[in-house]
């Protein structure tokens, strides 16, 4: 999708709802966009590898997939599911 380049991470409004949307190269998530530790904008994360948000504060890592806390001390991130339509990407919130 030409509109999110692979591992560019995009802020998007859906109705009153902000939320994080990037392109893996195979895959398509959708997450919140603050981390849950200090609530940090994680749109100036990273994306590694391992399909994880690497928050830019203090570098705790989320499984974009489950939003899971793979690194650090503090809750899960709020996930998204998202998929690839013929008529775009559906999200659910």
């Known amino acids: 999708m030409q509109m999110l380049p692979e591992k560019v991470i995009k802020m998007v409004q859906l109705g009153s709802k902000k939320v994080c949307v990037v392109n893996t190269g195979s895959d398509f998530f959708v997450f919140d966009p603050h981390c849950p530790h200090r609530m940090a904008f994680l749109g ?50």
């Open 44 to 93: 100036n994360g990273k994306i590694n590898n391992q399909k994880e948000i690497i928050c830019p504060l203090h570098e705790y890592r989320f499984d974009l997939e489950t939003g899971q806390v793979k690194s650090g001390d503090c809750a899960d991130l709020k996930v998204y599911k998202a998929d690839l339509t013929e008529t775009g990407l559906e999200i659910e919130l």
